[in-house]
């Protein structure tokens, strides 16, 4: 199976680069290219990509805001985050907003491509590097609770309530 792949960065090298490299895998094809997140959802129409990469910071509107939008009016095409900007305040943003994926752009290209075919095929992927890391408020309450974290592992400890999502060995947490 082929998974068809837009791109969405401003920086035009990174977005070129990106494209030569994922083009150098047999199971991908770049079918779209776009410098601004106003650009996106035209383009995931037009193209009918199966994985759309986006960079956060873009001109029009952002890549969080992109991938809500792509949730909406183009379901079949699934948003994951590639960024330079990587916060566990954007990674809670953009899984609420609908993305699929989070990887942070100096992650090995291996691990890129996992990503996506991962995100091809349904699953959700945090990069396990960020997944490591919790705001200091979440840090305090795991520890205050008496459950240990459990890969998809549900919890509750005083008024926080989340669910674990696992990439490897590395948790995060997201809040429900």
């Known amino acids: 199976m082929t998974v068809r792949l837009l791109l969405a960065d401003d920086q035009e090298v990174i977005r070129s680069a990106l494209a030569v490299m994922l083009d150098l895998e047999d199971d991908f094809e770049v079918v779209a290219s776009v410098g601004r997140g ?17 960079d956060i910071e873009m001109p029009g509107i952002d890549g969080l805001a992109a991938a809500g939008v792509l949730a909406q009016e183009v379901p079949s095409c699934r948003p994951l985050i590639l960024t330079t900007f990587g916060r566990p305040g ?19 290209p291996e691990r890129l491509a996992d990503a996506i075919r991962r995100v091809a095929a349904g699953e959700r992927v945090v990069d396990p590097a960020l ?9 305090t309450a795991a520890r205050s609770c ?31």
């Open 38 to 54: 106003d650009e996106v959802v035209a383009a995931a129409r037009r193209h009918q990509p199966d994985v759309a990469l986006l």
């Open 90 to 108: 954007y990674l809670r943003r953009a899984m609420e907003s609908g993305a699929y994926g989070f990887v942070v752009k100096d992650a090995p």
């Open 131 to 139: 997944a490591a890391a919790r705001p200091p408020a979440e840090r």
């Open 146 to 176: 008496s459950r240990s974290f459990q890969t998809r592992a549900k919890w509750d400890c005083g008024r926080r309530r989340g669910r674990t999502i696992a990439t490897g060995r590395a948790l995060a947490l997201i809040r429900t």
